[in-house]
């Protein structure tokens, strides 16, 4: 267990609000990532963040941002959410498992968006 | 940049037998890690194994052992006796090793189910 939480599990909300999702770590990594997750495409890269106030974009990063202002949370929030956000959301950390590098998930946030 | 290809969107397997599951990557890196993750239809990313680019031996990790092939960049899981707690998805990954970020880029998946 890597102390991971996600707030909220699930969420409906409507096209053009805006929305965050909350990732929280208890354990003092300093690499957090958020994924989406569709079908047909796995797990993509939205943003990361390698400190406080320290955060890059990744592969699907238009309409989203991202802030990180103290070690243990991670903010994901989509300013005007449109259909297409509608998804599966993944926090994870960076960790060791067994001496490999990995990267552990929380348990993931069910947006829809209307 | 990278791409992790699964072939198989769905594979049965009869319980106890052993199943194989696809993956092939591309990348120009020379230093790279390949994972494999689980997924159950609870919904949690449960980490697997790993095989780094430069390991000679390859990975296993109790029942799951990875098939790493280099020089046909492919990676693939082998899943021996299967349980029907083995039903999932599984999601082949890798990370570039040479970056500082080192995030991971996932293929499509897989749906195992295993038949009693």
């Known amino acids: 267990d890597a102390g991971i939480t996600q707030s909220p599990r699930h969420k409906v909300t409507e096209t053009g609000t805006p929305v965050t999702l909350r990732c929280h770590q208890t354990?003092?990594?300093?690499?957090m990532y958020w994924y989406r997750q569709d079908p047909g495409h796995g797990l993509r890269l939205i943003h990361y963040s390698y400190g406080v106030k320290d955060t890059d974009k990744g592969e699907v990063s238009d309409g989203y941002s991202v802030s990180r202002s103290k070690t243990e949370d991670f903010l994901l929030t989509l300013e005007s959410a449109t259909s297409s956000q509608t998804s599966v959301y993944f926090c994870?950390?960076?960790?060791?498992?067994?001496?490999?590098?990995?990267?552990?998930f929380g348990p993931g946030t069910r947006l829809t968006v209307l | 940049a990278q791409k992790i290809t699964q072939t198989q969107p769905g594979m049965f397997v009869q319980e106890k037998e052993a199943v194989t599951l696809d993956c092939t990557y591309d990348?120009?890196?020379?230093?790279?890690?390949l994972f494999w993750y689980k997924q159950p239809s609870s919904g949690e990313m449960i980490f697997l194994i790993y095989?780094?680019?430069?390991?000679?031996q390859n990975a296993t990790e109790g029942r799951y052992s990875l098939n790493f092939q280099k020089a046909r960049k492919s990676a693939n899981l082998v899943i021996s006796a299967s349980q029907l707690g083995d039903s999932a998805m599984y999601f082949c990954a890798m990370r570039d090793l040479s970056g500082s970020a080192r995030q991971l880029t996932f293929g499509s998946g897989t749906q195992l189910t295993v038949l009693p």
């Open positions: 095989q780094g680019s430069y390991d000679e």
């Open positions: 354990e003092n990594h300093r690499y």
């Open positions: 990348t120009s890196d020379q230093s790279y890690g």
């Open positions: 994870a950390i960076r960790g060791l498992a067994g001496g490999t590098d990995t990267q552990y």
